[in-house]
């Protein structure tokens, strides 16, 4: 994520090349995204990709097309003839590889074997960064789809965000992840219902006639979607 072509690029398209990132990483081809035959619908590459990814992203196809052709443009992805390819990823995973068959190697040599406490530490620290990155690629979706829920307010929404995505101990899983059902649009009515807030007040009335009204997020939402305006604003 440190990628300075990624910085030219717009929020949808960082918000696209995240969840591309996630697919990748979970492809059979690491770092790359194989169009199956039945996506090749037209002629445009960047559009049968979208249609092929529509279903794995909280995008609607044409912001997806939009963000993967910015993504090309920046060079950030590239694109071939069957496949879009992320070449950080390629190159890591062609390392990652390439280590670990020396690895395998020369663990079956007595002089490396000795060597064997420390190659373990080398290797569990390596697993442990690999896990934190994980945890904080997931972190960055979670909150991307969470701020999608544009009809509540934003302070609700990173309240919400902080709560769930703590991490635990081991630094491996955040709440959310840790429950067994989890609904994102109905957990956000819940925490909305279950929020009391304070309606926001006119400037314009005297601070001894402003009437104190308690309600909740969605009552408040309700309220100026009926009315267009906030309780007790003139």
């Not at 068959?101 to 530490?121: D, F, I, R, V």
Request: net charge positive; with cysteine.
């Amino acid at each position: 994520m440190t990628d300075e072509k990624l910085i030219e690029c717009s929020a949808l398209a960082t918000g696209v090349y995240i969840r591309l990132m996630c697919i990748m990483h979970k492809s059979k081809d690491y770092g790359s995204v194989l169009l199956k035959q039945k996506y090749r619908q037209t002629n445009k590459q960047s559009n049968n990709f979208a249609l092929q990814l529509d279903r794995q992203m909280p995008y609607s196809i044409n912001e997806i097309q939009s963000g993967i052709e910015e993504l090309i443009s920046e060079e950030v992805i590239l694109l071939g003839t069957d496949r879009l390819t992320q070449p950080r990823m390629v190159k890591d995973n062609d390392i990652s590889l390439k280590r670990s068959a020396a690895g395998k190697k020369g663990g079956e040599s007595t002089q490396l074997a000795k060597a064997k406490p420390e190659s373990n530490s080398e290797a569990n620290s390596e697993d442990e960064n690999k896990s934190i990155n994980r945890i904080e690629l997931r972190e960055k979706i979670f909150k991307s789809e969470v701020f999608t829920f544009k009809n509540y307010p934003h302070s609700m929404l990173n309240e919400f965000f902080l709560f769930f995505s703590e991490p635990n101990k081991s630094k491996t899983k955040m709440l959310f992840e840790t429950k067994t059902t989890w609904d994102l649009k109905r957990r956000l009515e819940r925490w909305a219902a279950n929020t009391p807030l304070k309606a926001p007040q006119s400037k314009r009335q005297p601070q001894e006639e402003r009437t104190k009204i308690t309600m909740t997020q969605k009552e408040i939402i309700e309220f100026k979607k009926k009315h267009g305006k906030y309780p007790n604003q003139q």
